[in-house]
Structure formats: structure tokens, C-alpha cells
């Protein structure tokens, strides 16, 4: 069982960055995939980014790729996303997800445990 809590959400305007982390409860955090999706108002939930188990694998979405980067620090059952360049189409709650699995996955059928998200509003 793996619990995931979001910080780091808030107001910004266009441009400027923010970082999101997601801190992981459970000893074995090391070997799920993590990832990151999105959700705006009236529109389904989407993937934004992945990282593997071992951090030298990520994959992104079109809409952020270039602009947001996913790291992870398993020492700290952590990971984060580090957002710049940020556009008001951007505005949506953020969540974390973890799927126990090695292989990444952009589908979000696949993932088990999701954290309560975070909001992030972009001001143009």
C-alpha cells in the first residue's frame, strides 16, 4: 500500500515556474513508477509526465515537453515536477500516481495509488 500527499501547487502568472512534490509513504517506494497527470475543469484527466523506478527513464506529454522536468529522490520517497514557462492552459489540479510496476505507463487505467491532488492556477 503506498499513500501519496501533493504540495507545492498555487497561483502564478504566465511564465514563472513552480515545483510540485509528491512524497510517498511505504518502504518500497523505490520500485514504482511515478507519475504526474492533470485534470482541468470540465476536461478529463490527463498525463502530464512519468519517471521510472530508477529516475533515468521519463516520458512526456507534447503539451509539456521542454517545459516541465520529473526528477525523483528515492532516499526521500519523493518526486517531483518541476514546471516552467508556465501558460494559463496549464491551470488544473495536479496528481501523483504510482503503478507497481517497472515498465511506465501514460495510460492512467494503469495506475493504483493516486494522492488527493494540487491545485495550480496560471494568470495571464
Known amino acids: 500500500q503506498v499513500q501519496l500527499a501533493e504540495s507545492g501547487g498555487g497561483l502564478v502568472q504566465a511564465g514563472g515556474s513552480l515545483r510540485l512534490s509528491c512524497a510517498a509513504s511505504?518502504?518500497?517506494?523505490?520500485?514504482?513508477?511515478m507519475s504526474w497527470f492533470r485534470q482541468a475543469p470540465g476536461k478529463e484527466r490527463e498525463f502530464v509526465g512519468t519517471i521510472n523506478w530508477s529516475g533515468d527513464t521519463t516520458s512526456y506529454a507534447d503539451s509539456v515537453k521542454g517545459r516541465f522536468t520529473i526528477s525523483r529522490d528515492n532516499t526521500k520517497n519523493t518526486v517531483y515536477v518541476q514546471m516552467n514557462s508556465l501558460k494559463p492552459e496549464d491551470t488544473a489540479v495536479y496528481y501523483c500516481a504510482a503503478r507497481d510496476e517497472f515498465a511506465i505507463s501514460v495510460w492512467k487505467q494503469q495506475y493504483t495509488y493516486w494522492g488527493q491532488g494540487t491545485q495550480v492556477t496560471v494568470t495571464s
Open positions: 511505504g518502504r518500497t517506494f523505490s520500485r514504482y513508477t
